[in-house]
């Protein structure tokens, strides 16, 4: 079947505009999750859905990022008032429940320049 | 917090040779563990897990895991890497927690080369 679909896979902007990055998940998937992965790092959890509600946005860095997953399927990570440093591949995975595997997606290479 | 270690940055190995994928973390409870591949251009995907019973997991591709609770290690073995094998490869770590596990953590990866 189908996997987790992200676009755009690549996104250049400047420093200051705003950014929407989108998530489909694998059908039927209730969890999903977003992950930033820098240059050299693993990724690193940002934030958590159980359907349509956001049960865990422990790892978003500021108040510039924020998500939402409003019918439960297609997520949308958004930055605010981008900056270099946010610079980094976008993860996201979806899993059928919290307690299953995470499938990722391709990611999404965001440049801000 | 947990954290997650891998030893070694990038590897660099011949056709045939065995390898070994260091991974040791930082928390002393019940842990579920696994290790993630990334080939180039593709996204990551499970190479295998650990979640309970039998200490040496198998994955996919010939590979396989050992799960040593007393050295907090998750090491990832291969007895003979082919030149496909090379990729990204990352160990990470959740813990069960009342509402199910908590989030992934990840090392910051291991970079095979194979030469053929």
């Known amino acids: 079947g189908a996997g987790v679909s992200q676009t755009p896979s690549n996104k250049v902007t400047e420093k200051g505009k705003y950014v929407e990055l989108r998530c489909d998940p694998i059908s039927g998937h209730t969890a999903l999750y977003w992950y930033r992965q820098s240059l050299g790092q693993g990724p690193e959890f940002l934030i958590y859905f159980q359907g349509t509600g956001a049960a865990d946005d422990s790892g978003l860095p500021n108040d510039r990022f924020f998500a939402v997953r409003p019918e439960g399927s297609v997520s949308t990570l958004k930055i605010q008032r981008t900056e270099r440093g946010d610079s980094a591949v976008y993860l996201c995975?979806?899993?059928?429940?919290?307690?299953?595997?995470?499938?990722f997606g391709p990611g999404t290479r965001l440049l801000v320049l | 917090a947990q954290s997650v270690s891998q030893h070694n940055h990038h590897v660099i190995l011949s056709e045939a040779a065995s390898l070994e994928l260091g991974c040791n973390y930082s928390y002393g409870g019940t842990v579920n563990l696994f290790w993630y591949v990334q080939y180039p251009g593709q996204h990551l995907q499970l190479l295998l897990k650990y979640f309970s019973g039998d200490p040496l997991v198998k994955g996919i591709k010939g590979f396989e895991a050992e799960f040593i609770k007393s050295k907090f290690s998750f090491n990832l073995r291969k007895p003979s890497v082919q030149w496909s094998d090379t990729a990204e490869y990352f160990c990470a770590v959740n813990r069960p927690m009342n509402s199910g596990y908590s989030t992934l953590t990840f090392g910051k990866g291991t970079m095979l080369l194979v030469s053929p």
């Open positions: 995975a979806s899993s059928r429940d919290r307690q299953e595997t995470q499938y």
